[in-house]
T-cell receptor, first 113, second 114 residues
Framework: SQQGEEDPQALSIQEGENATMNCSYKTSINNLQWYRQNSGRGLVHLILIRSNEREKHSGRLRVTLDTSKKSSSLLITASRAADTASYFCATDQRGSTLGRLYFGRGTQLTVWP | NAGVTQTPKFQVLKTGQSMTLQCAQDMNHNSMYWYRQDPGMGLRLIYYSASEGTTDKGEVPNGYNVSRLNKREFSLRLESAAPSQTSVYFC?????????????FGDGTRLSIL
């Protein structure tokens, strides 16, 4: 069963606005990862945040992690039409040495020009 | 680098037919994974191979078999296809030489079972 659950399921914004997506999970983790999937393509890794980190930045992406609440958020600043995609969080569970990830159902982001 | 390559990209089968989905990676990764993606369900793990010579079941292994042919290649076989196996199948790989490594995905195989 899915470990992560994204919220909202769908998000529609105008170019230039910020987009925030949330992820909640159930068990202790080694790290949490965010992936993007463009229509008809495979998933592309965006950013990984370790369990002992609280915030991480990569370009226009900002990820936060609150292990006490078992939640994470992905912020995309100054969004562009090219950011239109599905975004998935995935957790690497603590104690796992096999690299298994548990994916949520994703957030569909639409950015209008 | 090609990364993770999946073949075929599209396939239509009749119920009961068999086929093998191929996956190859050129990144010298240790671990490889097969997922299926259904609308509204996210990705679910079918089988994985932590290293060459080992395979293990994931969340939804029924109706599938896998072979880790060598370090580069990991195939997924449907012995007797069923309409419930209509899905998009993704292969992924990662290195486990250190902790906290991301997975790299192919572009998927879109499979329809009639």
């Amino acid at each position: 069963s899915q470990q992560g659950e994204e919220d909202p399921q769908a998000l529609s914004i105008q170019e230039g606005e910020n987009a925030t997506m949330n992820c909640s999970y159930k068990t202790s983790i080694n790290n949490l990862q965010w992936y993007r999937q463009n229509s008809g393509r495979g998933l592309v890794h965006l950013i990984l945040i370790r369990s002992n980190e609280r915030e991480k930045h990569s370009g226009r992406l900002r990820v936060t992690l609150d292990t006490s609440k078992k939640s994470s958020s992905l912020l995309i600043t100054a969004s562009r039409a090219a950011d239109t995609a599905s975004y998935f969080c995935a957790t690497d569970q603590r104690g796992s040495t096999l690299g298994r990830l548990y994916f949520g159902r994703g957030t569909q982001l639409t950015v209008w020009p | 680098n090609a990364g993770v390559t999946q073949t075929p990209k599209f396939q239509v089968l009749k119920t009961g037919q068999s086929m093998t989905l191929q996956c190859a990676q050129d990144m010298n990764h240790n671990s490889m994974y097969w997922y299926r993606q259904d609308p509204g369900m996210g990705l679910r793990l079918i089988y994985y191979s932590a290293s060459e010579g080992t395979t293990d079941k994931g969340e939804v292994p029924n109706g599938y078999n896998v072979s880790r042919l060598n370090k580069r290649e990991f195939s997924l076989r449907l012995e007797s296809a069923a309409p419930s196996q209509t899905s998009v199948y993704f292969c992924a790989s990662t290195t486990r030489t250190g902790p906290n490594q991301p997975q790299h995905f192919g572009d998927g195989t879109r499979l329809s079972i009639l």
